[in-house]
Each structure stands twice: as C-alpha cells, then as structure tokens.
C-alpha cells in the first residue's frame, strides 16, 4: 500500500509539472501581442506604445491609473478626435510598451512622459487628461514643467492629504501582494484562459502585473516634503478640472473615501482657474460610468485653450 501511495505521488507531480509546462508555453506563446495599433517610441532605452488620433491643435493627452490600459480610455479618445488632437499611451510594462526597470518614482514617470511626447514630434503645449493615479504623474509634470502644460483634467485622482495616510499606504501594500501573486499565476496563462477580462479584470500578462506593483511601491517612495496638500494657488491661473465621484468607494477601498471631498476641492483650488466638478451616478470609473462628463470637460478646455493660442 505505501509503494502504490508514493507511486500515485509520482504520477501527480508530474501530472501537476507537465499541466505547469503547457500553462507556462502557452502564456508564452499566447502572450506574443499583436502588431500595436500605434507607434512604439523610444524612450530611456525602451519602447512605448503610442496611439494619436485627431485634428491638428493642441494635444490632448490621456494618463492612465495604475494597473489600466490605454485601450480602456479608446472610446472617448475616438469621440474627443472629433474636435481635439488626443494621443493615449501604456506606461513601461502595460500593453504593447516594453517593461522598465523596478523602482521609478512617480517623477521618473512624469519624465518619461515628456520625453515621450518630445520624441514623438508633439508639439506643447498639452492638456493632460488623468484618471486616479495618474493625476500624481501629470501633475508632477506640470509642476517641473509649467510653461509645457495648457490645462488639467483630473478624473477621481487623489489629493495628498488623503492617498499618504498611513492605513491608505498599508492598503495599497496589501494590494501589491496579492497583485504580486496573481502575476505568478498569470504566468501559467491562468487568466488568459478564464478570460477574466469579462469580468472587469483587464489584465493578463505577467510583465502588467509587475508594472502595477511597481506603481503601487512609487508612492512609497514619495518624500515627506511631498506628501503635504501643496499650496492653494500654485499652479496659478491654469485651467483646471476636477471630477470627483458621486458614490463611494465600494468594499476595501472605502479606506480611500475619508477626506476624499475635501482633498478635491483642495485639488480644484491649486489653480485660480479651478472647478470641481460631482459625477453624482459614478463610483471611482467616471470615465466609464458618465463618459460624456469627462468628454465635455475636455471639450471645454481644449476649446478655451484654442482660442487662446
């Protein structure tokens, strides 16, 4: 009986090895991503998907959250092409965008962006549209680089005073765990086969897992001097929009809601020429939950900003 249990052993560990080869080749072979529907730019020594589409004037760029694609912001960027010259991009690692080296602060990544659009030919200045966390990297931008900023859009992205508590920075170290495991099983195709994309999971590759990580573990390496509400009316009289949730933030994540409205309206008075704007019907996805909310806020600022120029 024990030589038939540990020859029923055998035959499972290599049933379960032989299952994790064929869900590791098949990731593999399944991971190799099709031709990208825009550029793939150069920048610090790797490749980033860049999609442009639109009329000429000035740019309209979209900045994606953590842990998003920029094929999710494609709708809009297709309605707001109508009247705007709008590019979207993957950050290192996400999409068609080849991974970066771990350990990027949030201001690398702001350079990252300029550097983008420099060596895409985009001419500044740009209204920068951003959604979450991506409202850290574009306002980042605008701080080291005013005179290259038109306007801000900001949708839902968090204020200082509230993302650098520490029970929100222990929540999103938790975050990071688990996305750290599931990039372990994504590399056995794992997701890729339950196409859990149906389910609002978007994404699939081992190597966007990891670039979500690292833009969790940047906001741990923000300075304390940094991590205070800036100054109202520092960003002068640039032209900002705030558009901040109407419902609040569902399960874990309501850790986030505590001086969530107050860090908007702090957000919205950075600039002399702010307003803060209530999507009442949208949780943390305005940007899908009222799109035309968002288009119309764009619409808005690129008109003014033409006009101007």
């Known amino acids: 009986m024990y030589y038939a249990a540990i020859v029923l052993l055998y035959w499972l560990v290599i049933i379960v090895a032989g299952l994790l080869v064929i869900g590791y080749a098949y ?8 031709r990208p529907p825009g550029r793939m730019v150069s920048v610090n020594g790797h490749r980033i998907h860049l999609l442009c589409k639109g009329i000429t004037g000035p740019t309209v760029v979209i900045e994606q959250g953590a842990g998003e694609l920029s094929r999710f ?26 991974p970066a080296k771990p350990g990027r602060t949030i201001t690398d990544r702001a350079e990252e962006l300029r550097m983008l659009l420099l060596n895409a030919g985009m001419e500044a200045p740009y209204l920068l549209v951003a959604h979450s966390y991506g409202g850290l990297i574009v306002r980042s931008y605008a701080e080291q680089h005013p005179e290259e900023i038109a306007g801000l859009v900001l949708v839902d992205t968090p204020e200082e005073s509230t993302l650098f508590r520490r029970e929100v920075l222990d929540f999103y170290s938790k975050m990071r765990t688990l996305n750290r495991i599931i990039g372990v099983f994504a590399q056995f195709g794992m997701f890729r086969l339950l196409r859990l994309e149906r389910y609002g999971l978007g994404l699939s590759r081992p190597a966007e897992y990891t670039a979500l990580c690292d833009d969790l573990a940047s906001l741990e390496l923000v300075p304390q001097t940094d991590r ?35 860090g908007q309206q702090r957000l919205a008075a950075l600039s002399t020429n702010g307003i803060l704007m209530v999507a009442a019907n949208s949780n943390h996805m305005i940007q899908q939950d009222e799109p035309e909310l968002v288009l119309d806020a764009i619409r808005r600022l690129h008109h003014s900003i033409s006009t101007q120029v």
């Open 27 to 34: 990731e593999h072979i399944a991971g190799q991503r099709n």
């Open 73 to 98: 912001w494609w709708p809009m960027q297709d309605q707001a092409a109508k009247f705007a010259r709008v590019c979207t991009y993957d950050r290192a690692g996400y999409g068609w965008s080849d």
């Open 228 to 262: 205070a509400s800036k100054q109202t009316g520092s960003y002068g009289a640039l032209p900002v929009v705030v558009i901040t949730h109407g419902k609040p933030f569902p399960g874990p994540f309501a850790v986030l809601e505590r001086d969530w409205s107050g």
